[in-house]
């Protein structure tokens, strides 16, 4: 993607132009015609364009939020997903995903793949860390994964000779209690497929990161999986404490998810607290600044990517709104805590 004024370079069989067909293009190249709605698009971008015309962006040069949808499908069905898995084959994914790679600029710092649950493709997914290493060797990636085909050792050994130089697995573990965690993921036996698969990779030396999203039905017991973390995973590299997204199926469950934040910092604060004692490097994202008392402070993240991140009207005047990491755009839209309040 390019919005030079510069003559086109030859050689391709589709061009973008904004508004206006380039001169310097022959008549007979296609060319789609791009307006103001894509204004955001700019020099580097990697976008793709459908049979049936529709446009999507899968890598903007710009941001540093950048993340591979590999599939829509999963293995586990999480009360909170925010992409709802489909029962469908999407293989396409996975071979637009080859392609993409191979057009990202080779300066690009961090990059994500996610799913679904992307370990499903099994040969494809270890291919396309392959893909990556090779074509973009100084780019970090971190993978999202339930962790549960890390189980099957034969697999996680195959993960790790890849020997991507700078690769991190986020893995979500929601209790210490094995039957609320397979509760939450919707799949029995789902806890210890996780464990072991968390196992397995740091036996290979592998990094990992715990990934625990807070709401109704995992707050209570944060003190106790920060704990259980401490006293049976203390080899992990990152502990990630996240806030609740309003989208995809938590606004189907939303009455048995929805907490207010503010009700629940006293055991965030005793989570943070024992994973920080224990020397564990631990994070807490997707949260509000005046939500979290100020304890948790030193691990409080501004992370949600910035296209859609939004603040609520009573964060105009925040004195410290440029340390906030605001909210989910659905946040805004559907909901959110009584306790907001601006620094002054």
């Known amino acids: 993607m390019a919005r030079s004024a ?5 050689g391709f069989t589709h061009y973008f132009a904004f508004n206006s067909r380039p001169l310097s293009l022959a008549d007979d190249v296609p060319c789609t015609l791009l307006g103001d709605e894509f204004s955001y698009l700019a020099d580097g971008d990697v976008v793709s364009l459908t049979d049936d015309g529709r446009i999507r962006a899968l890598f903007r040069a710009t941001s540093e939020h950048n993340s591979i949808l590999l599939t829509e499908q999963c293995n586990n069905y999480c009360l909170m997903c925010s992409q709802p898995p489909k029962k469908v084959n999407d293989s396409w994914l996975l071979d637009e995903a080859m392609e993409t790679v191979r057009l990202i600029p080779r300066n690009t710092r961090s990059l994500g793949i996610t799913g679904g649950e992307p370990t499903l493709f099994g040969k494809g997914f270890l291919d396309l860390l392959h893909q990556i290493k090779n074509w973009l060797p100084r780019t970090s990636l971190h993978i999202l994964s339930n962790g549960r085909t890390f189980s099957d050792v034969a697999f996680a050994e195959q993960y790790a000779a890849v020997q991507h130089p700078d690769v991190m697995i986020g893995i979500p573990v929601y209790s210490a209690d094995p039957a ?13 497929e996780t464990i072991r698969g968390i196992l397995n990779l740091k036996r290979l030396n592998q990094k990992v990161e715990i990934r625990v999203v807070v709401h109704k039905q995992t707050y ?7 704990e259980f973390i401490a006293r049976n995973l203390l080899f992990v590299d990152h502990v990630a404490l996240m806030g609740l997204e309003m989208t995809g199926f938590t606004r189907a469950n939303l009455d048995a998810l929805w907490i207010d934040p503010a009700d629940y910092k006293a055991e965030l604060s ?20 005046c939500l979290v008392n100020p304890d948790v402070e030193p691990a409080y993240v501004k992370s949600i990517s910035d296209w859609k991140n939004e603040y609520a009207s009573e964060c105009g005047s925040c004195t410290r709104q ?11 839209q559907h909901g959110y805590s009584r306790s907001i309040r601006a620094f002054t």
Do not use: M
């Open 6 to 10: 510069e003559p086109v370079p030859g």
């Open 220 to 226: 209570e017991g944060l003190p106790a999986l920060a």
């Open 180 to 192: 609320r965690h397979d509760y939450v993921v919707q799949a029995e036996g789902a806890f210890d």
């Open 322 to 332: 440029s340390e906030c990491g605001g909210f989910f755009s659905s946040g805004i």
């Open 270 to 289: 005793k989570a943070v607290r024992i994973l920080r004692s224990y020397g564990l490097r631990t994070s807490v994202y997707n949260h509000q600044l």
